[in-house]
């Protein structure tokens, strides 16, 4: 069992709509949340780092973590066509390891107009 | 916008050749990792480093090399190229505190024929 599991999809989703991606984890050392955001032929870009549990949230992005489920999610409000891209959770533990995240495969999100 | 480059960014060549992907960041960053990404897949460290003259494997079993001579460089070396290595390759960054997080380069696209 690997110890982050993202659905890669893709998501199709029509412009206005809320957007729910999620990962599942196995570690409960996992105490840092990230997601990354992967346009096609780019590198990730860091949208939203949450630390424990809790929601967090930054413009029409809300990263929710829910520690006690070993869940967490990212909600994009309003989507629009520009937030078509890869979105990646990784996360790490705080203390007794090498602080090198673990990734997800990615979510394919489509928007479409 | 995170400053960390990549030369070059897309790269063709036969099997058996020796190529150097560079890496430079301005940032700073002690730490800094090399990660191998294929489509729908995880990302997966090949390489990371600590500071200078410090470098370690990642995961992923590879028959690249790395060198950390100066802080902001951080080139990988593939000895003799073979098909198998096409892929892309990310380097990324890091701050050397607890909630450093990672600044990805936009990543070399790689095919060995």
């Known amino acids: 069992q690997k110890e982050v599991e993202q659905d890669p999809g893709p998501l199709s989703v029509p412009e206005g709509a809320i957007v729910s991606l999620n990962c599942t984890y196995s570690?409960?050392?996992?105490?840092?949340f990230m997601w990354y955001r992967q346009y096609s032929r780019k590198g990730p870009e860091l949208l939203m780092y949450t630390y424990s549990s809790g929601n967090k949230e930054d413009g029409r992005f809300t990263a929710q973590v829910d520690k006690s489920s070993k869940y967490i999610s990212l909600f994009i409000r309003d989507s629009q066509p520009s937030d078509s891209a890869t979105y990646l959770c990784a996360m790490r533990r705080a203390s007794g390891g090498s602080y090198i995240p673990t990734f997800g495969r990615g979510t394919s999100l489509i928007v479409h107009p | 916008e995170a400053d960390i480059y990549q030369t070059p960014r897309y790269l063709v060549i036969g099997t058996g050749k020796k190529i150097t992907l560079e890496c430079s960041q301005t940032?700073?960053?002690?730490?800094m990792y090399w990660y191998q990404q294929d489509p729908g897949m995880e990302l997966h460290l090949i390489h990371y480093?600590?500071?200078?003259?410090?470098?370690e494997k990642g995961d992923l079993s590879s028959e690249s090399t790395v060198s950390r001579i100066r802080t902001e460089h951080f080139p990988l070396t593939l000895e003799s190229a073979r098909p198998s290595h096409t892929s892309q390759y990310l380097c990324?960054?890091?701050?050397?505190?607890?909630?450093?997080?990672?600044?990805f380069g936009p990543g070399t696209r790689l095919t060995v024929t």
């Open positions: 570690n409960s050392a996992f105490q840092y």
């Open positions: 480093s600590y500071g200078v003259n410090s470098t």
């Open positions: 990324a960054s890091s701050e050397s505190t607890r909630l450093g997080s990672q600044y």
């Open positions: 940032m700073g960053h002690d730490k």
